[in-house]
Each structure stands twice: as C-alpha cells, then as structure tokens.
C-alpha cells in the first residue's frame, strides 16, 4: 500500500478553470515535492518544500501555484492552463531533502489532461 | 553535474526469460547513492533499491537483482524469469549531497506471455 496518496487520479479542466491537485503523506517525512511527467519521459522536478517552506522552484509558470498547509499535505494549484500542461503530476515525500542519502516515495499521480 | 544514461529505449521478452537493464551515470562526487524505480502503467513510482557509492556488493532479492560496478560507473538491474507483471519502465536514478535526483530516460520493459 502506498504511503503517499494523491487526489484526483485523473482530471480533465479547461484552460480557464481553476483546480487543485492534493498529496497526503503518512510516513512523517519533511520534505515533499510535486513532479511533472510527459509521456515516455523522466520525471521533472517543479518544487521542494522543506519543513512546510518552499525551498525549490524550478522555474515553473505562476500558472501552477504550490502550497504545503502542513508537514503532511501539500497541493497544486492549477489555473489558466495551457493544453502543453496535459502531463501525469507526481508528488514524493522524503526524510532528509539534500542529503545524499535521501529516498523519496512517490505517489500514484493526477493524470491532468487541458482542453 | 550529475548525469544517468539508460541505452536501452525499449526491451522486449517472452516470459521465464532473463532481462538486463543497463544504466551508467556520470558525477564527480566521491559520495553518492544510485536507485531503481519500477512504474508500471499505472503511472505510481515504485522504489526498488538504493546502494551507496562505497557498497559495491551486489544485491539479490527475489527474482530482482543488481550489480554495481564502480570501475564501469554501471548499476545494471537484472530481473529472473521474467513475468507479465514486470512490465513497466524502470527508472535509474542517482542523487549527490545537496543536488536533486537525476534521472536516466528510462527503459521500457515489455514481458510478453
């Protein structure tokens, strides 16, 4: 059973909607992240938040808009979306963030297709 | 900087056979760890295993095997009498001391009946 959930599996929105992807961990660890994945591609990294506090923003549009309500939650705020931002959205919690020895447990990811 | 490349694109096998994935990584850091992650069509990541950069002992567990070569900077995953339920793309990842993890492009792993 995964220890990370996420909600909903799937989400169809159109680009003017405004939705939230949410992420609930339950193995105590510190630090979450919230991943995009494009089809037959690797992961990409969007945010890190460290003790509640965003520590990583790769560059992302302000169109996605991350919040962590506390050490166990964290959502995604989605508005104004472009077709482009149709991807599997992946969060993953780890203990330790920067530290090498660091293994991060994902969960079962939003399907989010933008008409 | 970090890098992982998994040459494979895509693997194909009957059932009961033996498959190989390669991943070679790339990083000047002496301290490291190295992971497989399994996703299968359901999209969910799965962690296998991570090994540090100074324990080259290969590692079994079940059908699931990894050599780790140093000299070669090669993790290889080998699965044993492979199964329809294996079927996924498996991921090699390698982290450093204060960097994200890095991903390979992964390998997609079809075990046909």
């Known amino acids: 059973d995964t220890e990370v959930t996420q909600t909903p599996k799937h989400l169809v929105m159109g680009m003017t909607n405004k939705k939230s992807l949410k992420c609930e961990q339950h193995m105590g660890h510190r630090a979450m992240y919230w991943y995009k994945q494009k089809a037959k591609k690797p992961p990409e990294l969007m945010f890190v938040y460290s003790y509640e506090k965003l520590s990583i923003n790769e560059s992302v549009p302000s169109r996605f808009s991350p919040e962590c309500p506390n050490s166990s939650l964290l959502n995604l705020h989605l508005h104004a979306l472009q077709p482009e931002d149709s991807a599997l959205y992946l969060c993953?919690?780890?203990?330790?963030?920067?530290?090498?020895?660091?293994?991060?447990?994902f969960g079962p990811g939003t399907r989010l297709t933008v008409l | 900087a970090q890098k992982v490349t998994q040459a494979q694109t895509e693997i194909s096998v009957v059932e009961k056979e033996d498959v190989t994935l390669d991943c070679v990584y790339e990083t000047r850091d002496t301290t490291y760890y190295l992971f497989w992650y399994k996703q299968p069509p359901s999209g969910e990541l799965v962690f296998l295993i991570r090994?540090?950069?100074?324990?080259?002992q290969n590692e079994i567990s079940g059908r699931y095997s990894w050599n780790f070569q140093k000299s070669t900077s090669s993790f290889n995953f080998t699965i044993t009498a492979s199964q329809v339920v294996d079927s996924a793309v498996y991921f090699c990842?390698?982290?450093?001391?204060?960097?994200?993890?890095?991903f390979g492009e992964g390998t997609q792993l079809t075990v046909n009946p």
């Open positions: 090994r540090n950069s100074f324990d080259e």
């Open positions: 990842a390698l982290k450093v001391s204060g960097s994200r993890l890095t």
């Open positions: 993953a919690s780890s203990d330790r963030d920067r530290d090498v020895t660091d293994t991060q447990y």
